[in-house]
Nanobody, 119 residues
């Protein structure tokens, strides 16, 4: 199984980005999915999670009300809509299959996508 995140870029503070992550293989719909991020010099942190059905979501406090996670099981894709971006949101963003709800991923990290927020 491979995970590939894309959609990052450079945006001004207050702007928006939509990240996507596509998984290869046929087991995507069996798993909860999470978005995580890692800023330079910091540990990777949980950002958002969505259950396999899409009916349950969870967010780190700092992004509640600004970020929205969603998924399309037919496309093996999970999304992260990021609005009102702040400089502290800048990081490399990764998606991952969840081992335990909501923030314990399997330790497989595919290709991330860089988000840069200018102030």
């Amino acid at each position: 199984v491979q995970l590939q995140a894309f959609g990052g870029g450079l945006v001004q503070a207050g702007g928006s980005l939509r990240l996507s992550c596509t998984a290869s293989g046929s087991t995507f719909s069996n798993y909860g999915m999470g978005w995580f991020r890692q800023a330079p010099g910091k540990e990777r942190e949980f950002v958002a999670a969505i259950s396999w059905s899409g009916l349950r979501t969870a967010y780190i406090d700092s992004v509640k009300g600004r970020f929205t996670i969603s998924r399309d099981n037919a496309k093996n894709t999970v999304y992260l809509q990021m609005n009102s971006l702040k400089p502290e949101d800048a990081a490399v963003y990764y998606c991952a299959f969840l081992k335990n709800w909501p923030d314990r991923p399997y330790t497989y990290w595919g290709q991330g996508t860089q988000v840069t927020v200018s102030s």
